[in-house]
């Protein structure tokens, strides 16, 4: 349970890439990037990046006694700051993470058409070109690749779709290739799949 509980936080805070969050005083802002179990915290005012291998004992001692008092964790992290205002948003009612019975799920489909839709504009769809051919236009979860006519079955899907991220300002190393099938699946839960959750929902099926 807690290692499930642990990958929903994991995948939550990929939603909040980008963004700028406030700290769990409220007196400063600063972004967040996931890196393996791990993440890279940016205060907005240093820009200075400061990298925390390991997120799982702060959840896990966070889990243990609930406080949100960063006091109460000097002597685990100097980012407690960081991670109670992740925490904090992890637990409120309106961000548990939802998972939809079914592709066709109206909501599930809503989340697809708008990474298809952001593709369609001019820029987006240089981007989105990039990516395919940087992938080999293949799908980069179950490795599927087909050409018919000339044209490649296969979709770029955003890692943290704009619905969820907020984000305005996209780069490659966001994007992925799925083929059609895998790229309807990451829209099953909302925040999306992960690309490794992806792989394990493949994997066991």
Do not use: W
Not at 21 to 29: A, C, F, H, R, V
Not at 76 to 82: G, I, L, P, Q, T
Not at 83 to 103: G, M, T
């Amino acid at each position: 349970m807690a290692d499930s509980q642990f990958q929903d936080f994991m995948t939550f805070v990929r939603s909040l890439a980008h963004k700028q969050l406030p700290t769990i005083g409220g007196k400063s802002t600063f972004t967040v990037e996931v890196v393996g179990d791990g993440f890279i915290f940016t205060p907005e005012s240093s820009g200075t990046r400061r990298k925390s291998s390991n997120a799982k004992p702060f959840f896990e001692r966070h889990r243990a006694n609930g406080s949100y008092k960063t006091t109460d964790y000097s002597e685990k992290s100097v980012n407690a700051s960081y991670y109670l205002s992740l925490l904090k948003r992890f637990y409120a009612n309106d961000n548990k993470v939802v998972e939809f019975d079914s592709v066709n799920s109206p909501e599930a489909i809503e989340g697809y058409l708008l990474d298809f839709q952001y593709f369609k504009l001019k820029r987006n769809k240089s981007l989105a070109d990039e990516c395919k051919k940087r992938d080999d236009y293949k799908c980069q979860a179950c490795g599927f690749k087909l050409s018919v006519n000339g044209k490649y079955a296969i979709e770029c899907h955003h890692k943290f779709p704009l619905s969820e991220s907020g984000k305005t300002k996209t780069k490659l190393s966001d994007l992925i290739s799925l083929c059609p099938t895998c790229h309807r699946l990451t829209h099953l839960r909302q925040p999306a799949l992960s690309i490794t959750e992806l792989k394990r929902v493949l994997k066991n099926a």
